[in-house]
């Protein structure tokens, strides 16, 4: 009597049925199957029409010009750099170049500079002559200088040397600048 007994209805007999889901994962496959055909071709239609080799060949072009404008820009920034580090440079040469200029206007033609040296508002300057007058003129026109506070604050005599064997006089002075 159990045999007769049945508790699984109809439908779902045939939708657990064997040739059900064999037919069903069939059509499945055959389905997968056309799709992919559809968008190989698909895809081979596309990469043959022009477009892709077209966006590919824009891409590179735009990466190249990328890479060529970047280094412009780096060229450009090391040179921006360089010039804003030049600049304090280029401004103090103008004082040296001044100073230089107006040193060398009151030298006369028997002294001999030994040393010249400039450092952070110093100018230490040595002069050597076998004329006590041509030094005496110099001493006279760096203290007018000082005086009139044309470029020099205070002028400092370090060293002075007579020579008497070789008829030589030394001077060394310490030049504080404005």
Same mark, same amino acid.
């Given at each position: 009597?159990?045999?007769?007994?049945? #508790? $699984?209805?109809?439908?779902? @007999?045939?939708?657990?049925?064997?040739?059900?889901?064999?037919?069903?994962? =069939?059509? %499945? !496959?055959?389905?997968?199957?056309?799709?992919?055909?559809?968008?190989?071709?698909?895809?081979?239609?596309?990469?043959?029409?022009?477009?892709?080799?077209?966006?590919?060949?824009?891409?590179?072009?735009?990466?190249?010009?990328?890479?060529?404008?970047?280094?412009?820009?780096?060229?450009?920034? #090391? $040179?921006?750099?360089?010039? @804003?580090?030049?600049?304090?440079?280029?401004?103090?040469?103008?004082?040296? =170049?001044? %100073? !230089?200029?107006?040193?060398?206007?009151?030298?006369?033609?028997?002294?001999?500079?030994?040393?010249?040296?400039?450092?952070?508002?110093?100018?230490?300057?040595?002069?050597?002559?076998?004329?006590?007058?041509?030094?005496?003129?110099?001493?006279?026109?760096?203290?007018?200088?000082?005086?009139?506070?044309?470029?020099?604050?205070?002028?400092?005599?370090?060293?002075?040397?007579?020579?008497?064997?070789?008829?030589?006089?030394?001077?060394?002075?310490?030049?504080?600048?404005?």
């Amino acid at each position: 009597m159990s045999n007769q007994i049945n #508790l $699984i209805s109809r439908k779902r @007999e045939k939708l657990f049925n064997r040739d059900f889901l064999l037919r069903f994962t =069939e059509f %499945l !496959a055959r389905t997968l199957l056309l799709l992919i055909i559809v968008f190989s071709i698909g895809l081979f239609i596309l990469n043959k029409s022009g477009r892709l080799p077209v966006l590919q060949q824009q891409d590179h072009s735009i990466t190249t010009n990328l890479s060529l404008v970047q280094q412009k820009i780096i060229k450009f920034l #090391l $040179i921006k750099n360089r010039l @804003e580090e030049i600049n304090p440079l280029m401004q103090n040469r103008s004082k040296i =170049e001044t %100073l !230089a200029v107006t040193v060398s206007q009151g030298i006369p033609s028997t002294i001999a500079v030994d040393s010249f040296s400039l450092t952070k508002g110093t100018l230490s300057l040595a002069v050597s002559s076998s004329s006590l007058p041509s030094i005496d003129a110099f001493l006279d026109f760096m203290l007018d200088k000082v005086k009139n506070k044309e470029l020099f604050k205070k002028i400092t005599i370090t060293r002075f040397i007579n020579d008497a064997q070789n008829g030589k006089y030394s001077l060394a002075l310490q030049i504080t600048l404005l």
